[in-house]
T-cell receptor, first 116, second 118 residues
Framework: GAVVSQHPSWVICKSGTSVKIECRSL??????MFWYRQFPKQSLMLMAT?????????EQGVEKDKFLINHASLTLSTLTVTSAHPEDSSFYIC????????????FGPGTRLTVT | AQKITQTQPGMFVQEKEAVTLDCTYD???????LFWYKQPSSGEMIFLIY??????QNATEGRYSLNFQKARKSANLVISASQLGDSAMYFC???????????????FGKGTHLIIQP
């Protein structure tokens, strides 16, 4: 199978602090990872596309200086929410693909961020 | 305009009945893929079924089948013999081929909350 993990699964942080979320592909090499955000009772919205060794591509309306993405290896991508505010509270989900244009995306279990 | 439209915010279905979840999409890309995911209350996204735009036959995976009507741009999910464990949010999603040749993120619909009643 293709397993993607996220850490932490749940985090509470104070307003103004930064928090890092990790996304790992456990049994395959992921050339591309995606970060999604899901507000309560809403759909998933793509935030950014992350390719190993290059800068992430952000969707329109997503602040790249606020949501820092690093894809330093073929098995790890990190999302850092900088200077978090209560409106950043959300469910953050990553997915990973092995590569190619028609490859399945394997989703992580998600990270629930609450900013107080 | 929305790229993925799911018109049923919620559905109640009796156990063992078949259920159809609607999904229409909008794209001018000749090459695209359509996905259905199940999201239980735990939040994980569970892949159910995939249909490529060039696939001639409707996709099937166990109790799940996708009723793909390309001309109508519809990709409804059919769950046969529903079970209590099928209660969850269901999302239709699309991947367009994009321009760069690399992998592309998914665009999701708003979802349908399916509740199976005993």
């Amino acid at each position: 199978g293709a397993v993607v993990s996220q850490h932490p699964s749940w985090v509470i942080c104070k307003s103004g602090t930064s928090v890092k979320i990790e996304c790992r592909s456990l049994d395959f090499q992921a050339t591309t990872m995606f970060w999604y955000r899901q507000f309560p009772k809403q759909s998933l919205m793509l935030m950014a596309t992350s390719n190993e060794g290059s800068k992430a591509t952000y969707e329109q309306g997503v602040e790249k200086d606020k949501f820092l993405i690093n894809h330093a290896s073929l098995t790890l991508s990190t999302l850092t929410v900088t200077s978090a505010h209560p409106e950043d509270s959300s469910f953050y989900i990553c997915s990973a693909t092995r590569g190619g244009t028609n490859d399945e995306q394997y989703f992580g279990p998600g990270t629930r961020l609450t900013v107080t | 305009a929305q790229k993925i439209t799911q018109t049923q915010p919620g559905m109640f279905v009796q156990e063992k009945e078949a259920v159809t979840l609607d999904c229409t999409y909008d794209t001018s890309d000749p090459s695209y893929g359509l996905f259905w995911y199940k999201q239980p209350s735990s939040g994980e996204m569970i892949f159910l079924i995939y249909q490529g735009s060039y696939d001639q036959q409707n996709a099937t995976e166990g109790r799940y089948s996708l009723n793909f009507q390309k001309a109508r741009k519809s990709a409804n999910l059919v769950i046969s013999a529903s079970q209590l464990g099928d209660s969850a949010m269901y999302f239709c999603a699309m991947r367009e081929s994009g321009s760069g040749g690399g992998a592309d993120g998914l665009t999701f619909g708003k979802g349908t909350h399916l509740i199976i009643q005993p």
